[in-house]
């Protein structure tokens, strides 16, 4: 068990060792090419992209290494009641150990402090454990896909009210 672990929101210095876990798990899971979340431009610059209205990023740190991350936003093209679970993501080595769990709270506890009444994400099939982890905290499978994310590679959406 990961005892040394905390969450806490994205800091300028964390960009890149963030950029680097997305590019890291993603392709892991064969997300890569058009379509994949790898390839958004905020990648590279995290903290700024979070730090826009109604937006949050955190970081898990273990042992004064970035370990993992995930953060809530405005969906885009979507209504005012709902945001996105955004960019969610860990180390393999850190996987199973009860941090996804505390990010998605984190990330629920801030999107209901931005006035938000609905969270929506988008993964895709084959990342079992993620999906899991969506369904035991409250998340229930819907069959297209809201806003206009530009991640037409997922094929499997989920939204959870507040």
């Known amino acids: 068990m990961l005892s040394r672990w905390k969450i806490r929101p994205i800091e300028p210095r964390d960009d890149a060792a ?4 997305i590019r890291t798990v993603m392709p892991e899971f064969g997300a890569i090419g058009d379509g994949f979340a790898i390839n958004d ?6 903290q700024r992209a979070y730090s826009q209205p109604r937006s949050a990023y955190f970081v898990v740190e273990l042992e004064g290494k970035i370990v993992g991350g995930g953060g809530v936003a405005p969906l885009a093209g979507g209504d005012e009641d709902t945001c996105e679970l955004r960019k969610m993501y860990f180390l393999k080595h850190v996987r199973g150990q009860g941090i996804g769990s505390e990010m998605l709270k984190r990330c629920l506890e801030a999107a209901r402090s931005c006035g938000f009444r609905f969270c929506y994400l988008e993964t895709l099939s084959g990342m079992n454990d993620a999906i899991q982890l969506y369904e035991r905290h409250g998340f229930k499978r819907i069959g297209t896909p809201r ?6 590679g997922c094929n499997t959406y989920y939204l959870r009210e507040l």
């Open 18 to 21: 963030v950029a680097a876990i």
């Open 41 to 46: 431009p905020e990648v590279d610059w995290m």
């Open 147 to 152: 806003g206009r994310t530009g991640h037409g």
